[in-house]
Structure formats: structure tokens, C-alpha cells
């Protein structure tokens, strides 16, 4: 039998190893949900002309195609496929940071082969970088940056295979993971760090952090170390970002589950209630491959099974004060939180919207109980206040449903720490891995990224249906209309009563990505606006600037064939929200996945993130393959953002 190195594995095919998903039972809902779908196939969705791709009259305020100027200042980028970063005519990149770079002086020096020592390596740049978000006050900018995992082989280079062969080399991934608070300062000769600054910080798997909200001090958030279930260490897998309205860092933990395994060798010895929810989450024996819990026992869940129940959050990170505590807001819920994107409703209440990146799991929206007041009180707005989850419907209208006690028969501390089981209580819509959401600063709307689904309607050996991790069917629905969807689609909202936090929601399909030179029609030819020249596939990083353009990143498939063929490097694009026209803006060296975009606090720089390169990028043959944030500029130093 061929042994399974889990860590080339995909996170979600990880978890599908770990728990395989069950045959579904329920014929008849399999047949219902069949039929459903014939009909909304042949009488809604046809695609390039149908009603649920955008071009309609389904969202008021949306024009045809083609019918405005273009509103981009750049020649469209031809797709590549090298090693290094690529931007239009009149647009130059340069690199601002790179995995192991000092934020300190007394980090220790890089090395091309080996990297970065144990000794020290919280003192450097994290590695594979994800969300950031740029704050500035009194001409000072503070970059915030995620590194979302680490890459073993190239994080130990000296381990076998990349398996931590000791207590410090795990430590040594454990420091290279986290968060990066970086001042940055612009010369003539571009940006770069600056070292030793005082609001320099490195934020990783041991930082301490605080617990609140209403799982805070819950009997399934205690441990040994912490009697309390107040105080945790940590934060894990930290994928994408949010900026809160008053000035603070939101950092989103996703894939947490993966850092966890036990030496027992199963979880059968411990309480119930801890092996449901490791099922739901896919927390497992082995991990998926850091190795932890053989060298560090917080992460053992035979020794401290609700140390998994301690992470999954959304973390508040005050960057102008290096000794705040992180926050672990847990009334946002436990899942695998891609990004948070925060916006007010005109009441003045903070909403955040999340997704959860797994294949069939939800989104959901948080609005909290009290109103944003600039300078004011903010203590309450991420812990008092209503979680909801989406349910979208055929007619592309949907509804938040609240998760409350009555209508989850949970308390709302159980919410908090298995929200995934409270939003299958209330019959949530399955998303094909919703990725990180956008509000557009210009329109009452919001857009998320659903990156892909290659078991969205496959089947499983004996012909039942693939299920997601709760047993739920994943036959196509509404805003996830395809079989074995390999390249994605972004759905977009726009809330009654001009209102983000209305309970209610229009919905269409900004774009379903596709690839038109391979399939010339049906559903893999992707909607209008995909064409020869901006093709991509697996939609994931997202941000809308201050002009309203939607910047796309991708996390995709780059081998450039077959049904990838023209699509070349994972890239990032602008969208027109109004057209629909997409155009590729950049281009990232093969292997990487392009994520994190923020904009210096003038818009005349844009911070763009490279993230797990799979050539010796930036520094070229002889050095190990470093991810980095690199800057683009227009060469007329005009606004780009
Ligand atoms: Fe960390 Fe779902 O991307
Ligand atoms: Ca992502
Ligand atoms: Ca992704």
C-alpha cells in the first residue's frame, strides 16, 4: 500500500483521509434535491445568458456588459508561467520583505541553504505570507501581516522529508507562523523595514492571548494549564485578514485542526462530546504533518483534548500597542475562518462577514448588539451581539438565519465552539469553500470567493452522493450550480433595504470562472466575462479598493494544461463591478499562490502577497524558495488604489 505523505496533501483531501465522508443514506432527499436540480438547470441557469450570472435584471443596479468605458488604467498582463512576478506596461514591482528577514537586529543572519536557526527565528519575518492590512497614524505605517502554515521541507531543510526531529524544530515552525507587525517606510530608493521600530512584533503559536465572549471559561475550554479557559497561546493557521472600523487587526484561523494529532493513537478514551466535534472539525490522530503534539503536548489531545476547542477563532490585534494581549472573540463562532470583512450598518452597527473553507460548509455574518461610535466605547461590538449564517435561496434572493439557542436547541457557548454543527441545525446553504469576502465601498454589496468543489456532485464508489464533514449531500444548489467544480465562481449579495444588516439578501453570480478555450459551451465555459485573455481558475484572495475595483487572487491549479491550459501562474485581477470585465493585473512566480493585498495609506503603493513559491523566488538559484511581500507602483506615482 502506498504510503500517503500527508503533507502534499490538499487541507480539505486531508481531512477526507482522516474522516472519510459517510455514504448518504437519505434516498429520497437525494432524489429530491436531483430533481430540484434538473429544474433549476434547465428553467434558471443558463450560462453565459441566465439568470443567475450577473448581466441581469436580477440585481437593480447592474448594467450589461461592455456598455461603459473600461475602468482600468492597465493593459491587460498576459497569463504566465516563470518564476518571478510580472505587472503591466508602466508598472513596476520590487520586493519590501521575505520570509526570514530581521524585524529585529538581533535576528540572526539568513542563510541561503539553512534559513533561519531555531535560536531567534521569532525575531524574522514569518513565512507564507497571507491576509495583511496596512494601518497609518501621524505619518507612521504599520504593516500587519499573516503567515498563514509553514512549508516543512523548506521551513527545516535539514530535517528528513521535513519531519521535525525535535522539541526546537518545532518550535522553529511554530515562530515562523502567526502574525508579523512590521513598520515600513518609504525613500527614494522604495520601501523596506524598519528594523528595531518599536512597534515591531512577532505574534506566533506561543504568544499568550485572552478568551472572550460566550464560550470564555466554558467546562470544554479548560485545561490544566488554564483552569480558567480565559487564557490561551497562540493563534493558529492564520489565513486572511479584516480591519476593524476602529483601527485593529482582525487575524482569521483556519486550517487549526491540522497542528493537533495524539499519541494515544486514537481518540476513543475521551468524552464524547470532544470526539464529535474533532469528527465535525477534523481534528485527528496524526496531524497534518507539523508533528506537534509528539514534541509539544499542548497539541497531544490524549493529554489536553480541549485544546483544539481553543482555537478556530477570529483574534483582534491592537498594532499600536505591542504589549496588548490578542483577543480571541469567540461570539464570532469556531470554524475555518478564511477572512473577516467589516462593514457598519447605517445605524452604525459593526457587521463582519466570514466564511468557512471547507467544501460544503457555510457563510455567515455577525452584527453586533451596539452601535460603532468613533472614539467611543468598542469593547462590545465583536462580543455582544447576533451570529447568523446564510441560507441562499433558487429565486437568488437568501436569508441570514440567526443561530440562537431556540432555534439550535444549543446554548449560545455551544454556538460559539461548534457553530459548524448549529448552522446544520438550521439547514445552512453548502458553499463550495468560501474564501475571502469583499464589501464594495462604493455599492451596498458584498462579493465572496468560492474558490472550487471537485466533489460538488461527484459520487462515491457505491453511487451515493459526496457528503461534507456533517453527512450533507453536496448536490448542486443555487450559487453552487456545478458538478465537480474546478474552477470557482464568486457570488455577490446585496442587502435589503440598502441595509448590511437586513435579514434578508438579492444574490447573482459576479463571475463562474471557467475556461472557454477548452469548453467551448455548458457550464465549464464559465460565464461572459471570462475570456482568452483574463483566464484564471480558483478565486480566493479578494479586496475592493476605495474606486470600487475588485482585486481577485488566486489559489489554483498552474500546471497550465488540460482544463488549466492559458491560465499560466496563480495571478491577481481587477474586476469592474458594474461591467463585469476582468483583467489580469499581475502575475506570481509558478508554485506560489498570490494573497494579501493592502495599499500603502497615500493608495500610491499596493502591498501584494507571494505565498509558498515553488521556485527559489526572490532570490533566484542557490537559495531556498522564500515567500514575500512584494510593493507595485505606477511609474507616474499616480493613485492605484
Ligand atoms: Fe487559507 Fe482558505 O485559504
Ligand atoms: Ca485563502
Ligand atoms: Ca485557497
Excluded at 32 to 42: H, M, Q, T
Amino acid at each position: 500500500m502506498t504510503k500517503i505523505d500527508r503533507h502534499d496533501l490538499t487541507f480539505d483531501d486531508w481531512d477526507e483521509v482522516n474522516f472519510p465522508r459517510p455514504a448518504e443514506q437519505d434516498f429520497d432527499r437525494v432524489v429530491e434535491r436531483a430533481i430540484s436540480r434538473r429544474g433549476f438547470l434547465g428553467g434558471v441557469l443558463a450560462f453565459g445568458s441566465g439568470a443567475a450570472v450577473m448581466g441581469t435584471a436580477a440585481l437593480k443596479g447592474t448594467t450589461a456588459m461592455a456598455q461603459q468605458a473600461t475602468r482600468f488604467a492597465f493593459d491587460q498582463l498576459p497569463a504566465q508561467t516563470d518564476g518571478t512576478v510580472h505587472v503591466p506596461a508602466g508598472y513596476t514591482w520590487d520586493t519590501l520583505v521575505r520570509w526570514g528577514d530581521p524585524l529585529f537586529s538581533d535576528a540572526p543572519a539568513w542563510d541561503a541553504a539553512t534559513g533561519v536557526p531555531t535560536e531567534g527565528s521569532d525575531r524574522v519575518f514569518g513565512e507564507n505570507t497571507d491576509g495583511m492590512e496596512l494601518f497609518g497614524k501621524g505619518g507612521v505605517e504599520l504593516l500587519v501581516v499573516n503567515s498563514e502554515y509553514a512549508n516543512r521541507r523548506v521551513n527545516l531543510p535539514a530535517a528528513q522529508d521535513g519531519v521535525p526531529a525535535s522539541a526546537g524544530d518545532v518550535l522553529r515552525l511554530q515562530n515562523f507562523q502567526g502574525v508579523s507587525v512590521l513598520q515600513v517606510a518609504e525613500s527614494p530608493d522604495g520601501w523596506s523595514v524598519v528594523v528595531d521600530s518599536p512597534y515591531n512584533r512577532r505574534i506566533h503559536h506561543n504568544t499568550p492571548m485572552v478568551i472572550d465572549g460566550p464560550a470564555a471559561g466554558h467546562d470544554l475550554l479548560k485545561t490544566a494549564a488554564d483552569p480558567t479557559g480565559t487564557q490561551s497561546l497562540g493563534t493558529l493557521n492564520n489565513c486572511g485578514s479584516g480591519r476593524t472600523p476602529w483601527g485593529t487587526y482582525l487575524t482569521c484561523e483556519e486550517n487549526f485542526n491540522g497542528y493537533f494529532g495524539s499519541t494515544a493513537g486514537s481518540h476513543d478514551a475521551l468524552p464524547e462530546v470532544n470526539q464529535a466535534g474533532f469528527k465535525r472539525y477534523g481534528v485527528g490522530i496524526d496531524g497534518w504533518g507539523y508533528d506537534y503534539h509528539k514534541w509539544d503536548a499542548r497539541f497531544d489531545v490524549s493529554k489536553n483534548p480541549n485544546e483544539p476547542h481553543r482555537a478556530g477563532y477570529i483574534v483582534e490585534i491592537d498594532p499600536w500597542n505591542p504589549d496588548a494581549a490578542p483577543i480571541k472573540h469567540t461570539a464570532l463562532g469556531r470554524f475555518k475562518h478564511e477572512n473577516a470583512a467589516c462593514t457598519l450598518t447605517p445605524e452604525g452597527q459593526v457587521v463582519v462577514y466570514m466564511g468557512d473553507d471547507e467544501r460544503g460548509e457555510y457563510m455567515y455574518k455577525w452584527v453586533s448588539r451596539d452601535i460603532y461610535v468613533p472614539g467611543g466605547d468598542t469593547s462590545t461590538l465583536l462580543s455582544e451581539g447576533q451570529l447568523f449564517v446564510a441560507k441562499f435561496n433558487d429565486d437568488q434572493t437568501g436569508t441570514w438565519v440567526a443561530l440562537t439557542p431556540e432555534d439550535t436547541g444549543m446554548t449560545t457557548a455551544e454556538i460559539a465552539i461548534f457553530t459548524r454543527v448549529a448552522a446544520t441545525e438550521v439547514s445552512a446553504t453548502t458553499m463550495d469553500r468560501p474564501e475571502w469576502i469583499a464589501v464594495n465601498p462604493t455599492a451596498v454589496e458584498a462579493y465572496c470567493c468560492l474558490t472550487n468543489n471537485s466533489r460538488r456532485g461527484a459520487l462515491n464508489d457505491d453511487g451515493t452522493v459526496r457528503t461534507n464533514a456533517a453527512g450533507e449531500p453536496m448536490v448542486p444548489n443555487a450559487p453552487n450550480p456545478r458538478e465537480i467544480n474546478r474552477y470557482g465562481q464568486i457570488v455577490r449579495w446585496r442587502p435589503h433595504n440598502d441595509d448590511h444588516g437586513a435579514a434578508t439578501f438579492d444574490w447573482d453570480l459576479y463571475v463562474m470562472v471557467g475556461n472557454p478555450t477548452v469548453h467551448t459551451e455548458g457550464p465549464y465555459a464559465g460565464s461572459a466575462n471570462m475570456n482568452e485573455g483574463n483566464l484564471f481558475n480558483s478565486p480566493d484572495g479578494m479586496q475592493i479598493d476605495s474606486a470600487g475595483l475588485i482585486w481577485i487572487q488566486t489559489d489554483g491549479d498552474d500546471d497550465n494544461e488540460g482544463d488549466f491550459a492559458g491560465m499560466g501562474n496563480n495571478q491577481m485581477l481587477a474586476g469592474d463591478p458594474v461591467t463585469g470585465e476582468i483583467r489580469r493585473f499581475l502575475t506570481g512566480p509558478n508554485g506560489c499562490e498570490v494573497t494579501g493585498l493592502t495599499w500603502s495609506a497615500d493608495r500610491r503603493t499596493m502591498f501584494v502577497g507571494i505565498q509558498h513559491p515553488g521556485t527559489p523566488f526572490p532570490d533566484g538559484e542557490g537559495s531556498l524558495p522564500r515567500s514575500a511581500i512584494v510593493t507595485v507602483k505606477r511609474d507616474d506615482n499616480a493613485l492605484i488604489g
